[in-house]
């Protein structure tokens, strides 16, 4: 079994019925993100697909995506390039992401 790093811990949702509801509408891991994020009141809430957005934004939380991670890596100065990151996760990963939003993204940070 990997170690995880210090900062990271795993912890379930606690309301396991309201997890059980949000599943008619996002799966399963969405769901128990969704409720967890209330749950411990999160800043944010690291969601990409278009209806667990939906459901997030409903119970007031605060999105950010993928792409938006990279581009806040790359403001802070903790990536050399957001471009060679974005195009790798594209490559490798399959991630897909439409030319116009970034390229877009991409002009927010300087690339």
Do not use: F
């Not at 990997?2 to 509408?25: G, I, S």
Request: glycine share 8%; net charge negative; charged share 30%.
């Amino acid at each position: 079994m990997q170690t995880l790093p210090e900062w990271l811990r795993v912890q379930a949702a606690a309301d396991v019925e309201l997890v059980d509801r949000h599943c008619e509408v996002v799966d399963r891991g969405e769901a128990e993100a969704i409720v967890l994020a209330k749950e411990i009141g999160a800043d944010y809430i690291l969601i990409d697909e278009r209806r667990g957005r939906r459901l997030a934004r409903e119970q007031g939380l605060r999105i950010i995506g993928l792409l938006g991670i990279v581009l806040l890596a790359k403001r802070r100065s903790l990536i050399p390039s957001a471009r060679n990151l974005i195009e790798d996760m594209i490559r490798q990963s399959g991630v897909y992401l439409d030319d116009e939003i970034k390229n877009s993204a991409l002009r927010s940070v300087g690339e």
